[in-house]
């Protein structure tokens, strides 16, 4: 039975995951998603030699800058989360002068309503020190996107200044799924959980997830086809979050996804290319009545 917007309630109670086959793919094999979990689960051991888990929960638990992603990316009007990355797999490099700070105080002068950060260092060259240096010099919450699949991850984003983080369905088991999703609320963080296909979303939603990222890019492909947004809104229940995700590029992709019903859209590539990325939101924005720009 296809999953349609009045089933259930977002946040709702969580539902026992039901156990997925290899068969049925918990993940994606062969694709450029499985490359940068091999390379992540590396990183991970670096990681864990380097920095104790205790280390990282102290540093979690000492925090007193949270700020409510989730109120941010909704209510009236359509928001912007502003994404910061000097490259991606797809495109290469996007910027050679990349410097995060500035264009985090760019975007929220222009009116985003949060930024996101890429910290997955081999495929686009982020850093957890990009993250940092956004959360010095600006107020807005700040999404930490990266490839998240183990608990270590999650105090790690915590310890470093994140608001929320990014959870990819493809990625991750039901159990690993939901289990992250508990352990960023149990932390005060939200959790953007992305989905690619109408199997996705309804993992996603048995899971727990209240805010949910529809990703326009074929993880396998690497294309871009923003009708995935408009196939899969009318599917994501009432309650829940909606963020459309990848490829949004003109002021008409603004006010379609706006009318599908979308909370916020996360754009990052449109704005990494141009010489001025806070000029670029800002010239966007003043096309599109519908986007709310938060007070400053």
């Known amino acids: 039975m296809p999953l349609s917007r009045s089933r259930g309630r977002c ?5 026992e995951p039901s156990p997925t086959s290899p068969a049925e793919g918990n993940r994606l094999a062969a694709t450029v998603l499985e ?4 390379v992540r689960r590396r990183r991970l051991e670096e990681a864990r030699a380097r920095v104790p888990l205790r280390e990282l929960e102290r540093a979690a638990q000492a925090r007193a800058d949270y700020s409510d992603f989730p109120a941010a990316i909704s209510g009236k009007g359509l928001r912007v989360i502003a994404e910061l990355k000097q490259a991606s797999p797809s495109q290469g490099v996007l910027r050679k002068d990349y410097q995060p700070a500035a264009i985090a105080r760019g975007y929220e002068s222009a009116g985003a309503a949060a930024l996101s950060v890429l910290t997955e260092e081999d495929f686009f060259k982020g850093s957890l020190d990009h993250l940092r240096e956004v959360r010095k010099v600006s107020a807005l919450p700040v999404l930490r996107k990266d490839f998240i699949f183990d608990a270590y991850q999650v105090h790690e984003s915590a310890a470093a200044g994140a608001d929320a983080v990014l959870l990819i369905v493809a990625a991750l088991a039901d159990n690993e799924l939901q289990g992250l999703i508990k352990l960023a609320e149990e932390l005060k963080l939200a959790a953007l959980v992305e989905v690619h296909t109408e199997e996705e979303l309804r ?25 995935t947004s408009f196939r899969l809104r009318p599917l994501i229940p009432a309650g829940c979050i909606a963020v459309s995700e990848s490829g949004i590029k003109t002021a008409a992709d603004l006010r379609r996804l706006r009318r599908a019903g979308y909370d ?12 001025d990325p806070g000029a670029a939101l800002f010239e966007l924005l003043d096309l599109v009545p519908e986007v709310a720009r938060p007070r400053r």
């Open 11 to 15: 946040p709702g109670g969580r539902a």
């Open 35 to 38: 490359e940068i979990l091999q």
């Open 203 to 227: 993992r996603a939603v048995d899971a727990g997830a209240s805010v949910i990222g529809v990703n326009n890019r074929n993880l396998k492909t690497l294309a871009v086809d923003l009708e």
């Open 264 to 275: 916020a859209v996360l754009i990052g590539e449109r704005f990494m290319t141009q010489h």
